[in-house]
């Protein structure tokens, strides 16, 4: 799914109240952890993701990766701080401008 650049800072915006609910650290992305954010996005829409400090990947790569994986748009990478949005699929909570 492609965002418009005003979809895109909308859910930046809802990101900036998120508090990060998953952390990557020095065992990057096993697919357990590809699986908790799943359902986190299934849950949420929009989820805010850190990155360690002792994790040996690229953030930018490990967010492209996890997108990939869970189906998500990135939405936004600054510093260690990942946001994925996926709208739900009944009935989702987030209207995009």
Same mark, same amino acid.
């Given at each position: 799914? $492609?965002? /418009? =650049? /005003?979809? !895109?800072?909308? *859910?930046?915006s809802?990101?900036m109240? +998120? $508090?990060? %609910? +998953?952390?990557? #650290?020095?065992? /990057?992305?096993? &697919? $357990?952890?590809?699986?908790?954010?799943d $359902?986190? +996005?299934?849950? !949420?829409?929009?989820?805010?993701?850190?990155? +360690?400090?002792?994790?040996?990947d690229?953030?930018?790569?490990?967010?492209e990766?996890? =997108?990939?994986?869970?189906g /998500?748009? *990135?939405?936004h990478? %600054? #510093?260690?701080?990942?946001?994925?949005?996926r &709208?739900?699929?009944?009935? &989702?909570?987030?209207? *995009?401008?």
């Open positions: 799914m $492609e965002l /418009s =650049s /005003s979809q !895109r800072a909308y *859910l930046r809802l990101a109240t +998120l $508090e990060t %609910i +998953l952390q990557i #650290g020095k065992g /990057s992305i096993t &697919p $357990e952890y590809v699986k908790a954010a $359902e986190a +996005l299934e849950k !949420r829409e929009l989820i805010k993701v850190g990155v +360690l400090k002792n994790c040996p690229d953030v930018r790569m490990i967010a990766t996890l =997108s990939e994986r869970t /998500s748009t *990135l939405v990478v %600054i #510093g260690k701080k990942i946001v994925l949005y &709208p739900k699929k009944k009935n &989702p909570v987030i209207k *995009l401008p």
